[in-house]
Each structure stands twice: as C-alpha cells, then as structure tokens.
C-alpha cells in the first residue's frame, strides 16, 4: 500500500489495495492512516453494496443514520443524494456527522455511485492542526469547557432542511437529540488534541447562552478553516472516501445544479468521547 498526502495537514490517498478484499493487517494501517489525516481516498474501488456493509461491520459496526433515505434493497446504506430539480445539497457547510450523539458515529464510508460532469467535490479540514494552531490563550480558554449539540434544528418539521427543497426527501423531523461533548478531545486511538465542535450542530456551551457562545464558536470555526488545514476531493466512479469525525470536519460542494449526485454513505459505530 501506498500512502501520499493530499494537502499539507489534511487527507491521505492510498493505493494499492482493494477496500472489498483487504487483508486484516492492510484494514489496521487504513484505520491507522484515517484516524491520522481525518479522511482516506481510494480510488478505482470494486465495491457493490454487499462489499460497504460487510467493510463497515468487519471495521466495528454500522450506525444507521436517522435522517437520510436508505437504500430500498440494503437498509444500512443510506443515501446521499441530490436530484437534478432539486437546489440545496445535503451536508453543504462545514460540519462532522452525528456530533449530537452521546457516542457519535466514528466515522463514515462514502462511496460515489452517480456524479454529475463537474462539480460535487467534497473538502474535509483537520481538526487536530486546527487545534495545535490556536494561540495558546485561546487553548487555555477552551480546554476544560464543554458543548452542546443537537441536529433538531437541522431536521425538524420546520428545520433548516424544511425550509428548502431537500426536506421532503429526509426523515426523522421527530427526533429529539443532544449531547454535551468537551471542546476539545483526546482522540481515542492517536491520542491528539481535537478541536470538537462545529458550527452545524454545536449549540452553546455548557453555562453560557446561545448568544454568549456565538462569538467564541464563530471565532474558533474562522480560526479551523485555514487553506492549508483542508483538503478536496473529486471523485470518479470507483472512489470510496473514509473519514473520523472526530479528526475532521466536511462539507459537500454544491456547485453542480441541473444534474443528479448519489453516494451511499454507512456510518461507522463511534466510542465515548473524552477531554
Ligand atoms: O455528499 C457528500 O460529499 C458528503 C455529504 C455528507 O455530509 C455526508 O455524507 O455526511
Ligand atoms: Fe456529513
């Protein structure tokens, strides 16, 4: 196997292996490199649906997502898809799934099945390089705080989803969810630092109203996003994408109106986190 990075802090490529028939030592440097730079690619993939879910149980164990549609014939794929009439994407800003989870998922398998001519590139940034960059003022100020999150604004009946042209296509606007999180984490198997929490579900933290929190989570989002911090994705058929949501945010490019996108996505079974 090889592996090249994809940007400075942010995403690895690896050749040489096939995800579908990978042996158990090449499955533990995959974690490995995963864990590390927050997002795997793999390119040129032969990976049917039986393949994602036999990969996803072999990895720990599949967290069905609550929100999106799953696919007719495999119930733990869910499916990330955007029609050619229809305007708003899913996951178009900056964020890491199921952070309103008391054990959020760990991680996702992204495969493409359909990709519009252009566009539809997925970027991801490295939470742990966004962490070790904060002045250490800033780290002094957020390391013994907590957060709040919740996805019930995101998908309720009156959500953001709601309001545009992709809430009819999703589930689950009765759910209540929300769980507090440390700002910032360990990483369960690296151990680094992490900054965790994002501006898509990350409410408030804990002790301070929405409106006080505004200002310090706005800032710490500004301060994670940095060029060199993220990396970008363009798929082809054959590519399969691995990230942690604990090591790195994503956000799906929604620059390809007029033509359809499907990806199936399982959600890797996550572990408690911790300060
Ligand atoms: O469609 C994509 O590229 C990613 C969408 C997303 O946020 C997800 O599947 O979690
Ligand atoms: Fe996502």
Redesign the pocket.
Known sequence: MEFTRMAPECGVEVSGVSLANCSDSEMESIKQAIYEHGVAVFREQEFSPEDHIKFGRRWGGIDV?NY?PLQDDFNEI?V?K?DPDQQT????AW?T?HSYDQIPAMG?V?VARHLPPQG???MWAHMGAAYDALPDDMKARIDELEAFHTADHVYKEDGLYAQTDMGKSLRGQNLKTGAVHPVVIRHPHTGRKLLYVNTAFTINFVGQTREESLPLLTELTNAALTETNQCR?Q?KPGTV?IWDNRTSW????NDYQGHY?E?H?I?LSGEALAA
Do not use: Q
């Open positions: 997502n999106f869910a990330v955007k994407n899913i996951g178009g964020h799934d996702s992204l539809g590139d997925t994705l798929w994408a994503h956000n799906a490019m996108r990806m996505r959600t």
